[in-house]
């Protein structure tokens, strides 16, 4: 019963060379997506984008960006690679690629180095770890690219070792995609948004939204012992009107969450009381920073072995 | 600049009706050793037990017990199934083996549940980990053995991330053994003990230390951004007019450590100043208990990205 959830993402912003990425067309993405050992399951769009929903994660095409997240023991850098390929090296204002730390790294088909040593065959960047090996950590690549997106906010919540009622509906075996929807309160928290959910079998959750400009996309993997939620958007889940970080985490009583931010400060909330363990602010840029803050509920927590 | 410290170790007891250990002689330890792709650096002995100190770690013989333990991709568990096969199972009273999480996992040879699913074919036993797979944890395989020695105690403690003077001292060009011993007050710490140190290159120490039939080894992976200290032994490391782990844990300032005990409850230390952020009692028999404390420093540490 045990599902990697942490993901691998790529994001790609075209130059203004390069036509519109959402006019290369569903046989195009789905072929992308299949080398990544992923499969296209629905589509919803809106006049700005195509965000499509995935066995692992998701993938946004908006005409000059891209955003794809894949988990499991799927190899994201092999599309990268081939939409690299297809797009020229030439028509890309920008690239990053990361890496969260996997519950089981070793059964991964290859590790953040490898990645990048291949990368970097393409289009030269920067690369780091961020985090301690033994504790939460990120691997982020972005290119050494002129042209960059210093308006792109990005933010992301993954949380570790979910807790409580809903943690326990979504290992339970009678679920239904509208009830996640409603325990996780969607329609309030993301108001607006046109939603694509889905439930995988035996376990998992996957919802993908899009609203204007804007998108979020969550992904839950339940599984006792190694659950593990993850969310992202570019909408300010921050907001003081609509905490939709501080309000994950009070439903989803993660044991410990790490919050990342492009351009975006680390997310603080009361709930679960928590301390900040560790944290960083890279500049990969003048104007583009990257944020990282690794969070874990104070008190003390009682194991359970694990038989094996 | 990596190595990878955390250790694998083996406990075997004999039974009553095989004779001594002490007398198998270095050549056949010298065997026992190159299989888990180590080797023998030097011996000191006294009436109860020899004490090797190997270029990856350390190992002990009584009469009737061997505690071996190895570091780096050393591959403990073909030197364990050697010494099944000629010790005889029919011999031997109990088996415990363990493995910490790694830094590197994915450079292992094995896994921990690749180990066992080879040990099970000569021995049956309980296997668990304790602690989260994103977090610190402990692999433990203990044999379904009528004779267990409930008064075997052992502590361990593990020190991740060391800072200030000794740490910085330690990753210094010019160290000598006394040096190391000093500035770890090993003399205090282990009065009466009959010692035998070594200094690796670039880097590392280790020390093993014998009184009577009290044990100690201490192995110092100094590398910055993966630095680890274990310190193992049957000494009582809390004991209130010595005790050593809470002036270790002063003196090495880890960002986090780990506090293993067999029939030896959890260590607490009020330096640095720590939360326990899990821990767990595990029985493997009714008179046969493993603790096990993960602690870290309280406030929040900010991370320095590494560049790859």
Redesign the interface.
């Known amino acids: 019963m045990f599902f990697e959830g942490s993901e691998k993402k790529v994001e790609i912003i075209t130059a203004s060379t390069h036509g519109s990425l959402r006019l290369l067309g569903l046989d195009f993405w789905t072929q992308i997506v299949s080398l990544a050992k992923a499969d296209i399951i629905s589509v919803i769009d809106n006049q700005h984008c195509d965000a499509y929903l995935l066995s692992e994660s998701s993938l946004f095409v908006w005409d000059n960006r891209i955003v794809m997240l894949t988990c499991g023991l799927s190899t994201l850098i092999d599309s990268l690679l081939a939409l690299l390929e297809h797009i020229g090296v030439k028509n890309v204002a920008f690239v990053s690629y990361q890496r969260k730390?996997e519950?089981?790294?070793?059964l991964?088909a290859s590790?953040?180095?490898d990645d990048?040593a291949r990368l970097r065959q393409y289009i030269p960047g920067?690369?780091?770890?961020?985090?301690?090996?033994?504790?939460?950590h990120h691997?982020i690549f972005t290119s050494d690219t002129s042209l960059i997106a210093a308006q792109d906010k990005t933010s992301e919540l993954l949380m570790?070792?979910i807790s409580g009622p809903i943690a326990q509906y979504l290992t339970s075996t009678k679920q239904s995609v509208e009830q996640v929807c409603e325990r996780l309160g969607l329609s309030t928290l993301f108001a607006g948004f046109n939603l694509d959910a889905h439930l995988f079998s035996p376990l998992g959750f996957s919802v993908n939204g899009i609203k204007d400009e804007q998108y979020f996309t969550i992904h839950i993997t339940p599984q006792e012992?190694?659950s593990y939620v993850s969310v992202e958007t570019n909408f300010d889940m921050a907001d003081s009107d609509n905490p939709v970080a501080a309000q994950l985490l009070a439903l989803l009583q993660p044991?410990?969450w790490d919050s990342i931010g492009f351009n975006v400060p680390v997310i603080a909330a009361n709930q679960p009381k928590n301390?900040?363990?560790?944290?960083?602010t890279?500049p990969i840029e003048q104007n583009y920073q990257v944020y990282?803050g690794h969070f874990?509920q104070?008190g003390?927590?009682?194991?359970?072995?694990?038989?094996?």
């Open positions: 730390n519950y089981l790294a070793h991964q590790t953040f180095a990048i920067k690369a780091c770890r961020i985090g301690h090996l033994d504790s939460h691997f570790y070792h012992q190694s044991i410990s301390i900040c363990l560790a944290h960083c890279y990282f874990q104070l003390t927590e009682i194991l359970n072995p694990e038989l094996m």
